[in-house]
């Protein structure tokens, strides 16, 4: 028996040998992939490096949110507008996502039949299909099958809803000049004006957008009425006999028995579902809305540095899917902790602890 | 559990007890004497008889209303929706639809009901996509060879330890007759001259679809499982590189995965060496999909209990035979239901890859319609007959999938 093979027998070098044979596998990997690359590149005469951001983006993006773009603005510029439409997008889908998949869970556990029933028909029928089909059928609904913005559907005249999107009024930050030459800035409410050229409006959501944010908020809904049910279901029997038995409403055993409990069998499982949503509004591109994804598409196809703007794309993503990670961890840790003192005050003699 | 003899259940009726006026004010202890005069014996109910009748329901119904009116006012504000979008639906896909495959009739009634006809002009573009017309019987034979063999996966004998070396051979030969039949050539061998050769280029559908899904999944396994297995391992140096590759994959969308497939790849490769696109496009999906196998495989290995592994290190196996023969058997057989999720996840995922012009269902779709200027208006009615397709196969699987978990939690 050599030195060798007794090295091997030893658990703890073998491990060492495994680690480092890996480390060096992957890093020759790296490297034989970087060659290609730099190979490839150079074969092929592409320039590389992230300097085109600062070169003039010389395309329009239709819709633009908090800032605003036109061809004459950089890359760089065309990628920031990119990923507050993502944000706009993803934040709309994210809160209309949770308020609906509450309902709807609650729904599933009603104590009634029907709405049981309508509930569950609902989730299966959105969980089953793709979303991507789903956000095409709304893009063609909207497009399509809604009236032209001449003849718009309005609600209380102030609400039009056609071809040409949903205008709504808004607040406005007005600056003007009197005759005194004294500048006046104030909000004003901007309502929209309906006349015979159709529907003019400063706010308004493009089809685009609506039917990507209703396509999110639906499906995401269908995952997070099943994470709610999941929760409602997992808080024992016991509880809800004792609640009852202390005479509580079934309105107070819910808002105060149940919710409670389940909301921390639920934390985990939305995180994920909320992460879903932000990754799943890369569909964009399937309707033309101009997010991320769509932006860092048109400008790889310009520019032809697939290598530069596909990371773009993916770090803008990572760092979207750490930062919604790290603000649930905390929360979950705050409402763990608030809910760890509440218990410690409620019990005999808690306070004295 | 079930010996334990259970606490004695108490009175259904405690709410109804007479409760004596020294008890109901104040919390002053009582001695024995008045609590012996404060028990009443209650003679016991009777057994609740089960109504069925209409009075019966209606008084049901009216205490739920009594007792829960916000939750009755919830339901039937949902039921009225309900109702609403059945009858809109009905209108428009049943009661107004033309059948017949007519497109003066479509045409006039175009906005009032839905063209069907479309689907019935156009089915065998949108299910086998752009494949030569007479062969396409050979796509169907593969759809069939497919979803045979998924069946009967998805089944309860098929991964016991009688069956699972057969399954898995199974799924092998399957794999390459499928590959054979789609494209005429057996492993780039013309072995079969009376088929014309079929490019990948041409496949679409259907068959894309299932052929994306179920191979990248057989591909996902083995990889996630050995992700997995580092992430649980105790080396740092491996656990960290998984962990790494795991948590990345997860934190970016299928999308960019995709086009990193189809625009970063051909500059990975050596030079001028660029796989088709196929090829390319199910290793993306395979590398993305192997991230989220890894996290339902290890929920598995963390699902065995302890001792077993204390068990096969007692008696002195290695890390590989523990995995093995004791550990990953266990742990696989709790994951069934998980990975039939994954597999639903995929299934629907690969919709995605119309995005870098792979023609499955969507995509082929979209090529039926957009070349023909008479059916173009009918989009919709296309889509509704794919999202009936996608319905089918992931309402079945997940139905398979809860039975497997229950059976699991059963055992």
Known sequence: MNALTQLWNHQRYRQVIYQVTALLLLLACIFWLGHNTWANLKQRGIQSGFDFLSDTAGFDIGETFLISFDGSQTYWSAFGVGVLNTLKVSSCGLLVASLLGLMIGLGRTSAHTLSRFICSAYVELIRNVPLMIQLLMWYVMLVEYLPHSSEPYSWFHHIYLSQEGLAYPGLLWLQSTDAHGVVNSQWVWSWPVFDADGVHSEFNFSPEFLSLALALSLYTSAFIAEIVRAGIQSVPKGQIEAAQSLALTPWQIKRWVVLPQAARMVAPPLTNQYLNLVKNSSLAVVVGYPDMVNIANTALNQTGRALECISILMSVYLLFSFAIAWVMHKTNNKARRYLQRQANADRPGGART | MNTLPSPPSPSPSLTSLPVHPKLAGSHEPCDDQERAQVFQEIAARSVPVEHKGLPERLRQLSQFILTQPIEALLTLGLALLALQLLSLALNWGVLHAVFQIDEGACQSARGEGACWGMVGEKFRMILWGRYPYAEQWRCALSCALALGMLGWSVGSKAWTSKFRTITLWAWVITGLVIQA??????????????????????????????????????????????????????????????????????????????????????????????????????????????????????????????????????????????????????????????????????????????????????????????????????????????????????????????NLEHRLANR
């Open chain 2, 181 to 402: 039949l789609m494209s005429g050539n057996f492993l780039g061998l013309r072995v079969l001259p009376l088929w014309p050769s079929v490019e990948t280029e041409l496949w679409g559908g259907l068959p894309l679809t299932l052929i994306l899904s179920l191979g990248s999944i057989a591909l996902a396994t083995p990889m996630g499982i050995l992700l997995a297995l580092g992430r649980t391992s105790e080396m740092p140096i491996i656990q960290s590189i998984c962990v790494l590759y795991i948590e990345l994959v997860r934190g970016v969308p299928l999308i960019s995965v995709l086009f990193m497939a189809s625009f970063m790849f051909p500059l990975l490769m050596p030079t001028l060496q660029t796989p088709d696109v196929l090829i390319r496009v199910l290793l993306g999906i395979t590398l993305f999909s192997a991230a989220y196998t890894a996290e339902v495989v290890r929920g598995g290995l963390q699902a065995v209990d302890k001792g077993q592994l204390e068990a096969a290190q007692s008696l002195n196996l290695g890390y590989w035979q523990t995995q093995r023969h004791v550990i990953l058997p266990q742990a696989l057989a709790h994951i069934i239901p998980g990975m039939v999720n994954n597999f639903i996840a995929i299934f629907k995922d690969t919709s995605l890859v119309t995005i870098v012009s792979l023609y499955e269902l969507t995509g082929a779709l979209g090529l039926a319609l957009n070349g023909d200027a008479n059916w173009r208006p009918y989009k919709l009615e296309g889509y509704l007959f794919i999202a009936a397709i996608y319905f089918f196969f992931c309402f079945a699987l997940s139905r398979v999938s809860q």
